[in-house]
């Protein structure tokens, strides 16, 4: 693979974009994020990495926790999991509240807001919700190596104070039976999980057993089993980008998760894992030069899962 061309490809694709889209404006320490900040890792198999722009900055990883989480909750209760959230695509935002309603407080899958959420208090019930936080944090570090990943306090006030909608979605699971713990102690480590800062290479690295069976392929960690890994990166291709899913899926091929801190995690199932951040968000919260970058990087390497 000739790295400098297809980083020189990227670049020249993304350049023209940079700047573009929204900025996350609901709380004001995503507000004040460089809207032209750009940076992207690609880590594979062998742990070669190969980098852009600002990957070494750390940024708000948001809902892109919602992975890790997953591959937790699957690790510690394995089917049981699908019985608090489903597995389809929701077609809706992120925060979407009337689905819920029709579908008895069972979210339609783990990577939208109240599925997370359920799968935070499955965690939190198995352990207490700041243990389950520290839980993740250290994962974070065995994994990539690196223990300066750290949790924004200043985010997670933040998310906490602005959070009426989580509340909302979270009270409404309680009121049909779907939380096991007070609702403010799921919560708790909910606005927590998304107010860690990863960069982008810290963020591939640790991802890096996604593309390899569940298996960290250089420390040889077992995290999830190879069926479960497979599902995990299934749901990231149905429901990754919410009601973007599908529009993702059609231009990149690669199972994802995107965040409301311009990051996206991507899985390349047998080369790598890719981590790109540029604050811009399209409507669904999706990082819009991100994508770019990744449309790119299929197109040239080939990674896409369908050719
Ligand atoms: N899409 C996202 O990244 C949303 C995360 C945000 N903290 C929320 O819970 O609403």
Known sequence: MDWQAITARIEAAVAPHIGSGKVADYIP???????????????????????????????????????????MALRLYGEQVWSRVGREPSGSAFNSIVQLENEKGVPRNPLINAGAIAVTDMLVAGSNRDAMVEELLTRFHRLSGDTTIWIDEEVAQSESATGSRNRAL?????????????????????????????????????????AYDGCDPINRDRLVTREDCRRINAVMMSCGHYDNSGDFAYRIGLPGKSGVGGGILCIAPGHGAIAVWSPGLNASGTSMVGAIALEELVEATGWSVFG
């Not at 809207?35 to 852009?52: C, D, H, R, S, W």
């Not at 708000?60 to 989480?69: L, P």
């Not at 606005?191 to 591939?204: E, T, V």
């Open 29 to 71: 320490a995503l507000a004040r994020v460089d809207p032209v900040k750009f940076g992207m890792a690609i880590v594979q198999g062998n742990g070669e990495m190969i980098t852009l722009g600002d990957s070494h900055e750390p940024f708000s990883i948001q809902s892109i926790s919602k992975v890790f989480t997953l591959s």
């Open 170 to 210: 979270a009270h409404f699971m309680a009121a049909f039976g779907n939380m096991a713990n007070p609702v403010e102690d799921a919560l708790h480590a909910y606005f927590r999980q998304c107010a860690i800062r990863m960069s982008c290479r810290q963020l591939a690295r640790a991802a890096l057993f996604l």
